[in-house]
T-cell receptor, first 115, second 111 residues
């Protein structure tokens, strides 16, 4: 049984560059979430999908951020024109809605550093 | 936006001691999760509580969900160095699917 996987685990980029992260959820999970976590803080919600539909976006998700889940399986999170303030851990989680408490299981995260 | 206040923020204790971490909100949650996170890794689920007043035990860890589903606590008995880590509580909103996290409790258990 494989858990949530994320790629890459670490990304260092220069300010102004675009970056894309990938998340593969637990097989059969229909919901997929993106969170951002800065040092010393708990994760903050960015957006989530149910199957391929993006159902909710946080105000934290500026116009430079876009997320997709085209086939209802893996998801990508793209950040355009990165800024130093984008440096954070980007976490992906998945859940199976309709059974129990819709518990979210997290991946290992992608650590982004913007120089 | 619902807020979760977690306390204490830092806790350093000796092996064998007991401790309690609190998670409080003025809002009602449909469920509450507790996670543990190691540096550079994602949060790992410890428990989900759903029913007001529910108590769950996981070896030396006891989790309680408040009767009104606004607060929760994590109690660790006879802490061990392996319990060291960041403990996060996260509430699921009643009207949505997002999790609202507390700021976390950094626990250090000294041998």
């Amino acid at each position: 049984d494989t858990g949530v996987s994320q790629d890459p685990r670490h990304k260092i980029t220069k300010r102004g560059q675009n970056v894309t992260f990938r998340c593969d959820p637990i097989s059969e999970h229909n919901r997929l979430y993106w969170y951002r976590q800065t040092l010393g803080q708990g994760p903050e919600f960015l957006t989530y999908f149910q199957n391929e539909a993006q159902l909710e976006k946080s105000r934290l998700l500026s116009d430079r951020f876009s997320a997709e889940r085209p086939k209802g399986s893996f998801s990508t999170l793209e950040i355009q024109r990165t800024e130093q303030g984008d440096s954070a851990m980007y976490l992906c989680a998945s859940s199976l809605v309709g059974l129990g408490a819709d518990t979210q299981y997290f991946g290992p995260g992608t650590r982004l550093t913007v120089l | 936006t619902q807020l979760l206040e977690q306390s204490p923020q830092f806790l350093s204790i000796q092996e064998g001691e007991n401790l309690t971490v609190y998670c409080n909100s003025s809002s009602v949650f449909s469920s509450l999760q507790w996670y543990r996170q190691e540096p550079g890794e994602g949060p790992v689920l410890l428990v989900t509580v759903v029913t007001g007043g529910e108590v769950k035990k996981l070896k030396r860890l006891t989790f309680q969900f408040g009767d009104a589903r606004k607060d929760s606590s994590l109690h660790i008995t006879a802490a061990q160095p392996g319990d060291t880590g960041l403990y996060l509580c996260a509430g699921k909103e009643t009207s949505g699917s997002r999790l609202t996290f507390g700021e976390g409790t950094q626990l250090t258990v000294n041998p």
